[in-house]
């Protein structure tokens, strides 16, 4: 059974950082791709960045390319989102997923979710 801990959410200023992190358990085949989703309240869940846990391709949504950067740890299982810059428009629910492809992961049909994570852009 595949587990998935999200950590690091608050509430930063415009302009701000925050880093999220998500930390894998349970069978590592279907933890092999590791990514972020989010949800706005009203709006549809959108894919924000992946990557294999154990390093190598990337996938960004173009709305936080340059500002947001995924990365991971294959010794500790766990994958981060560095965020910066953050706008007013960041605000939502983040949920880690992950899936044995990255592939099928940005296609929007994760294997696994975590319970998700709020992240609040207010002045």
């Known amino acids: 059974q595949v587990q998935l801990v999200e950590s690091g959410g608050g509430v930063v200023q415009p302009g701000g950082s925050l880093r999220l992190s998500c930390a894998a358990s349970?069978?590592?085949?279907?933890?092999?791709?590791i990514g972020w989703f989010r949800q706005a309240p009203g709006k549809e869940r959108e894919r924000v960045a992946a990557t294999y846990i154990g390093g190598g391709s990337t996938y960004y949504a173009d709305s936080v390319k340059g500002r947001f950067t995924i990365s991971q740890d294959h010794a500790k299982n766990t994958a981060y989102l560095q965020m910066n810059d953050l706008k007013a428009d960041d605000t939502a629910m983040y949920y880690c997923?992950?899936?044995?492809?990255?592939?099928?992961?940005?296609?929007?049909?994760?294997?696994?979710w975590g319970q998700g994570i709020q992240v609040t852009v207010s002045s």
């Open positions: 997923a992950s899936d044995l492809f990255c592939g099928k992961l940005w296609d929007g049909s994760p294997t696994s």
């Open positions: 349970g069978d590592r085949y279907s933890n092999n791709c």
